[in-house]
């Protein structure tokens, strides 16, 4: 399906269900100790000096925390009011809402298993959880300072009307963040779709070589961070499916036909 046409998506992954869904559904049932709460790519730091420093809680969950951290950095959340579409099972909402004390932190998903299990283990001030689409977000225009969305896009049926309804629900002035996995003869036509909406580029960056990092690096995977992410009975079903398709993410990352980027984007008002 070609982007050409503003209705489509960017990703081949597009039209199928997210992996997280039916992981959820099983965690839910088996991840009694509650350490999976990040369902998106990690992000390797290819230098020591871009390393954050996390509490001790935190540390098992570095990469994916890793990979926030970078979407957020060229950004001021504090006192803010923040979006996350696609906030998966709450990891990342929790972490920013955390570190950078934001006045609000909502988190959106479009799953009940996926808002039932946020609502349920977190218990922060500013922080909640709510049902909604990308496609109709259920705010009034003008809501919040911020809007994140990390590692989901490409799974939409409808990129342009999602990137609408963000600059719906964002006041004047301020800030789109988004990052994810781009087919490379697709991104200018993300671009535009993004310029289209009313959005301009104020910072990009391609993180292709931290993600293929963290995917390639066996040590992270073999090591106690590795062993906790899958509850043991899923592994043997599941591992042989998400080493494939993290493998074959992460050949795409490196032979430059895909790259996964970060954007900060303006609302033009």
Not at 90 to 111: L, Q, V
Request: net charge positive; proline share 2%; aromatic share 14%.
């Amino acid at each position: 399906m070609s982007l050409s046409n503003q209705n489509s998506c960017h990703n081949c992954e597009t039209g199928k269900k997210p992996r997280w869904e039916i992981l959820n559904k099983l965690m839910n049932h088996t991840d009694t100790k509650k350490v999976n709460n990040f369902m998106n790519y990690g992000y390797k730091s290819l230098s020591e000096n871009e390393e954050i420093n996390l509490l001790h809680d935190d540390e098992k969950n570095r990469y994916f925390i890793q990979l926030y951290d970078h979407a957020i950095s060229k950004v001021d959340l504090h006192y803010k009011d923040i979006l996350e579409v696609s906030s998966k099972r709450g990891g990342g909402a929790s972490y920013i809402n955390r570190y950078y004390a934001p006045k609000t932190y909502t988190g959106i998903e479009n799953t009940n298993s996926l808002i039932n299990f946020c609502n349920s283990y977190y218990n922060e001030p500013g922080l909640s959880f709510k049902k909604g689409s990308e496609e109709d977000l259920p705010f009034v225009k003008e809501s919040f300072d911020f809007v994140i969305n990390v590692g989901a896009s490409r799974f939409y049926n409808d990129f342009s009307k999602f990137c609408n309804e963000v600059y719906r629900v964002l006041r004047k002035d301020s800030v789109f963040i988004f990052a994810d996995i781009i087919e490379k003869r697709k991104l200018e036509t993300v671009k535009h779709q993004l310029r289209m909406a009313g959005f301009t580029i104020d910072f990009k960056n391609d993180i292709s070589k931290n993600i293929a990092a963290f995917i390639n690096d066996e040590t992270i995977h073999q090591n106690k961070f590795g062993k906790e992410r899958i509850p043991e009975f899923m592994k043997k079903a599941f591992n042989p499916f998400l080493k494939t398709k993290d493998m074959e993410t992460s050949e795409s990352l490196l032979s430059g036909n895909s790259v996964y980027m970060s954007f900060v984007l303006k609302r033009v008002s």
